[in-house]
C-alpha cells in the first residue's frame, strides 16, 4: 500500500534562517505531489505542486520554493523565514491515473519566533 | 474557475442525531467532489468522492453525500452521529477540464457531537 511521510512533526524557527521540510511517498511511482499550507486550522492554500523530477508549479508568489530531486521526494524550503511563515504546513499525493483523491501526510507544524 | 463553499463554520449535533455538512461548488465543467475528515494536528483524510454514476456516495466511517446538480451541491451526511465524529471537514472540487488536477477546498466546518 501507499504511505506518505512528512518531517519533522514540529519545528520551531527564528525569523530569517532557513528552512527545509521534506515529503516522502512510498508504494507508487510518478506521482503528483503537493505542498498545501494551512493557517489557523482552517482553509487550504496549494502553495506548489509537481507532476515529476523536476517540474514544479508555484501558485503563490512568496520566499517559499519547492524541489523535486527524486520521484517520490517533495522539498520546501526556505533561505529566510519571515513572521508569517508560521503556519501548518501538509504534503500530498495523488496517483497519476485516474481520478484518484489526494492523500495527505500529517503535516508540519512551523512556529517563527 | 472553480471554487467551493462550505457556508456553516460549525455544525452541533446530539450524538445518535442525524448530521449533515453542506457544501456548494461552482465549475465550469464537470465537477469531481472531495470529503475530507481532519482531526487535531492531524492531516486530511479522504472519506469519499463523486465523480460519475450514482447521486448518493457513499464513503469512510458511515458517511454518505449526495451530489446534486441542479443546486450545485454535495451535502456530507450520517444517519447517527457519534462524538467521535467531531472533527473539521472540509469539501473539494475539480474541474474535469483541469489538466492540473488541482483541487479547491471550502474553508472547513467544524462539527461538534455532544453526548
Known amino acids: 500500500s501507499q504511505t506518505i511521510h512528512q518531517w519533522p512533526a514540529t519545528l520551531v524557527q527564528p525569523v530569517g534562517s532557513p528552512l527545509s521540510l521534506e515529503c516522502t511517498v512510498e508504494g507508487t511511482s510518478n506521482p503528483n505531489l503537493y505542498w498545501y499550507r494551512q493557517a489557523a486550522g482552517r482553509g487550504l492554500q496549494l502553495l506548489f505542486y509537481?507532476?515529476?523530477?523536476?517540474?514544479i508549479s508555484s501558485e503563490v508568489p512568496q520566499n517559499l520554493s519547492a524541489s523535486r530531486p527524486q520521484d517520490r521526494q517533495f522539498i520546501l524550503s526556505s533561505k529566510k523565514l519571515l513572521l508569517s511563515d508560521s503556519g501548518f504546513y501538509l504534503c500530498?499525493?495523488?496517483?497519476?491515473?485516474?481520478?484518484?483523491?489526494?492523500?495527505f501526510g500529517d503535516g508540519t507544524r512551523l512556529s517563527i519566533l | 474557475a472553480q471554487s467551493v463553499a462550505q457556508p456553516e463554520d460549525q455544525v452541533n449535533v446530539a450524538e445518535g442525531n442525524p448530521l449533515t455538512v453542506k457544501c456548494t461548488y461552482s465549475v465550469s465543467g464537470n465537477p469531481y467532489l472531495f470529503w475530507y475528515v481532519q482531526y487535531p494536528n492531524r492531516g486530511l483524510q479522504f472519506l469519499l468522492k463523486y465523480i460519475t454514476g450514482d447521486n448518493l456516495v457513499k464513503g469512510s466511517y458511515g458517511f454518505e453525500a449526495e451530489f446534486n446538480k441542479s443546486q450545485t451541491s454535495f451535502h456530507l451526511k450520517k444517519p447517527s452521529a457519534l462524538v467521535s465524529d467531531s472533527a473539521l471537514y472540509f469539501c473539494?472540487?475539480?474541474?474535469?477540464?483541469?489538466?492540473?488536477?488541482?483541487?479547491?477546498f471550502g474553508g472547513g466546518t467544524r462539527l461538534m457531537v455532544k453526548p
Open positions: 500530498a499525493w495523488r496517483s497519476d491515473r485516474g481520478n484518484q483523491p489526494q492523500h
Open positions: 473539494a472540487v475539480r474541474d474535469g477540464g483541469n489538466a492540473g488536477n488541482m483541487l479547491t
Open positions: 509537481s507532476v515529476g523530477i523536476g517540474q
